[in-house]
């Protein structure tokens, strides 16, 4: 890869984002009848405001099965975000090897250190393969001159060496939003090989903590022995076989200033008062979290109720309001999980309700964005807790929303959020349940001085490191360019989208 000074004067006229999935989620209901809904999850959230009218292109599965044409209802939903929408079409066999098996059954339990849970299935394996070498088929079929092409997170780690086979010269990026794990886990994988030199066919590779990286570099002075590592700092240098990959650490953020914003409308504040009128003279304990065992959700209920077992003065003062966003339910693991979270919300409830209080209320359905900024707005603690997390921007959106500032985040210090966190929030260790009932405990007893001194650093926080200052990072390490270099177009309109993949052009 050359210097940062050639970099510079190659010029970028699109970014195009890759990922598993599309912004948008399409449901067919009827013949030429589709349903189109906004796609949940940190990266959506993330890169949505950065593409909005500036001419880029996203790639990625649209949530429907077999050869459907979803042209038009994609045509739709581009205009509607603000940028190009291309899909790659899967059918139920791909989803289940390459999603719910590969991706889903290997690498998230793997690098989330929950390698117990895992099922190596050499099947597995070859679906992934070739729903990647499918991916690239849109990719090359969309490839313009000008393009910068990033490539995100752990389902799509095969893109790369496949490009390259087919000849594509020009600069692809990387991010990984999940951890990456250290040497004794990531040696159970049997692709491991195949993992870290598809890696380094990209030019650069961004993680989410300098713990994440330095994870990655131990694996790779350990099982790739032609590779060199140079420098410190924000960003290292591999070289091997005549290469140069860059690697970064860029803490991803969020639309600081549109959760203020939001935060702030007529109609957050009016469900909010709503909320608070439900559950009247107490403080409200906020967990929102998708259905997913590395979420550590069982074990802040088992939290909540030592609690209330150890701290009766807590009693009928405090609710947990617990939402929980459907997830994966198709895999037998997430539905056991959603069982044993309801018959432990069930059983705290039973022991602790009283007239007029119940103790935890459960809510098992994705929010609108009204209702999940009023539930911010109107928490005074929120209870993050995973068991390991890429960042966590949960934590993030609370501290947004938090106008007043006289809220108190409890935050896992295995939360990537923590590295930027931990000098505002209180820091637990999810599997110390006594630990967590004791930051609960603190947490409602703290006084108004003291909560807004480590909110306001926490805003702090959040606003310098949003959405656009990651992607800023990200770029300059990667083209030495901002994200300006990609202008928002005024009175932008999408391309046509097509539909069904189009054979590739080759380069």
Request: proline content about 5%.
């Amino acid at each position: 890869m050359p210097d940062s000074g050639a970099r510079s004067a190659k010029r970028f006229k699109r970014l195009v984002v890759v990922s598993n999935r599309l912004p948008v989620v399409l449901s067919q209901t009827g013949e030429d009848q589709w349903d189109i809904e906004p796609g949940h999850g940190g990266l959506v959230t993330a890169l949505a405001p950065v593409l909005r009218n500036r001419g880029g292109l996203w790639i990625g599965w649209p949530g429907t099965q077999g050869d459907a044409d979803v042209g038009t209802p994609l045509g739709r939903a581009a205009r509607d975000v603000g940028y190009e929408l291309r899909p790659v079409m899967l059918t139920d066999e791909q989803i289940d090897g390459f999603y719910y098996g590969f991706s889903n059954e290997i690498v998230w339990p793997l690098f989330h250190d929950l390698q117990s849970r895992c099922n190596f299935d050499p099947g597995y394996w070859r679906a992934y393969s070739d729903v990647n070498r499918k991916f690239v088929d849109v990719i090359v079929a969309a490839h313009e001159a000008g393009d910068y092409l990033w490539v995100h997170d752990y389902h799509l780690l095969l893109v790369a060496p496949e490009l390259r086979r087919r000849g594509y010269e020009d600069s692809i990026g990387f991010f990984l939003h999940i951890p990456f794990p250290p040497l004794d886990l990531f040696v159970k994988l049997p692709w491991r090989f195949e993992f870290l030199r598809a890696l380094l066919e990209y030019d650069l590779i961004g993680f989410q903590t300098s713990r994440d990286r330095r994870n990655f570099v131990q694996c790779i002075r350990a099982l790739a022995k032609d590779v060199e590592v140079v420098g410190r700092g924000r960003v290292l240098l591999l070289k091997t076989r005549g290469r140069e990959i860059r690697v970064g650490v860029f803490p991803i953020g969020i639309d600081y200033g549109a959760f203020v914003e939001g935060a702030g409308a007529s109609e957050v504040a009016e469900a909010a008062w709503y909320i608070h009128e439900n559950l009247p003279n107490r403080q409200i304990i906020l967990g929102v979290d998708r259905l997913d065992y590395s979420k550590g959700i069982p074990q802040r209920l088992e939290a909540f109720r030592t609690t209330l077992a150890r701290f009766p003065d807590l009693r009928e003062k405090t609710s947990l309001v617990q939402i929980v966003v459907p997830s994966r339910e198709n895999i037998p693991d997430y539905q056991i999980l959603r069982t044993e979270i309801e018959h432990l919300t069930s059983q705290i409830n039973g022991e602790f309700t009283q007239h007029g209080w119940v103790p935890i209320h459960y809510i098992f359905r994705a929010l609108n964005r009204t209702e999940l900024l009023a539930h911010y707005r109107t928490a005074e603690i929120a209870l993050v807790t995973p068991l390991k997390d890429g960042m966590n921007l949960v934590a993030k959106e609370f501290c947004a929303c938090s106008l007043e500032e006289n809220c108190v985040l409890i935050l896992s210090e295995f939360a990537g959020a923590a590295a930027q966190l931990q000098r505002g929030a209180l820091m637990v260790n999810p599997y110390d349940i006594e630990g967590v009932a004791e930051a609960i405990h603190q947490a409602f007893h703290m006084t108004t001085a003291e909560r807004r001194l480590r909110m306001r650093r926490l805003r702090h926080s959040v606003r310098r490191h949003d959405i656009f200052w990651w992607v800023d990072a990200f770029l300059h390490a990667a083209i030495a360019s901002p994200l300006d270099s990609f202008p928002v177009i005024e009175d932008y309109q999408p391309r046509e989208v097509v539909g069904r993949s189009s054979e590739p052009r080759t380069h």
